[in-house]
């Protein structure tokens, strides 16, 4: 199976966190792909196998020998349910509900990172008013899953896979907003599992753009 990547991404690294997790790295080919910055603002002309592989030409996207899926939530779906014999979440009960629940708010926090992020590229008409609110969201979601992490089990599964993915790209793009003060468990829970070998592996950097 071909997965296509980008060191940036953390919509890329939550997938694979989870396939090293499940000790799934022999069954991908990753595909690394570069975007220069104007990807915020412009359609990027890619070529090769990625332009004909995903006419939605974003990333993660993972081609199968029965399908393709080019977003991270459909992605980690199939891994777990295909590969993984639902060792990432539940396949169904309250359990399930649960790691859904932490997983749509830290999703969430994933969002607004990079939709603040692509505004921040833009060369003209900047909304500050946009960037304030995503950095809002960004805060204010990271203080809900505070009172979470108590609640999290002793594997790493999808939800804290999801959470860990968003407390790094924030400590990374964002070191400014200082969200650890507003969510200090999250952050000391943070700093244990960001030491996990599918973490170190994947920590985040800028994407090559040409």
């Known amino acids: ?9 953390p919509w890329v690294r939550r997938v694979v966190v989870s396939i090293l997790e499940l000790g799934l790295r022999d069954r991908f ?7 220069p910055h104007d990807w915020a603002t412009r359609t990027v002309a ?10 939605v030409q974003r ?6 020998p029965d ?11 199939f891994i777990n349910a295909e590969l993984g014999g639902y060792r990432l979440l ?20 994933i969002e607004a990172q990079i939709l603040r992020r692509a505004e921040l590229l833009r060369t003209a008409d900047r909304s500050a008013d946009f960037i304030a609110k995503m950095r809002e969201r960004q805060l204010r979601c990271l203080a809900a899953l505070e009172p979470r992490v108590g609640g999290f089990g002793p594997a790493f599964d999808l939800a804290q896979i999801t959470t860990a993915v968003a407390c790094g790209y924030q400590d990374w793009r964002y070191p400014e907003d200082d969200w ?5 468990a999250l952050a000391a829970w943070y700093d244990r599992v960001a030491g996990r070998p599918s973490m170190t592996a994947t920590r985040p950097a800028e994407t090559p753009q040409s």
């Open 180 to 184: 650890r003060t507003g969510a200090p």
């Open 59 to 64: 990333i993660p996207a993972l081609v199968t």
């Open 29 to 35: 080919e990753f595909v690394p792909t570069r975007w």
């Open 1 to 9: 199976m071909r997965l296509y990547t980008t060191p940036a991404s």
């Open 46 to 55: 890619h070529g090769g196998s990625f332009a004909a592989d995903t006419p």
């Open 90 to 109: 539940a396949r169904e009960g309250a359990a399930r509900w649960r790691g859904l629940a932490d997983i749509s708010i830290a999703n969430a926090v």
């Open 67 to 77: 399908v393709t899926l080019v977003e991270s939530h459909a992605i980690c779906d």
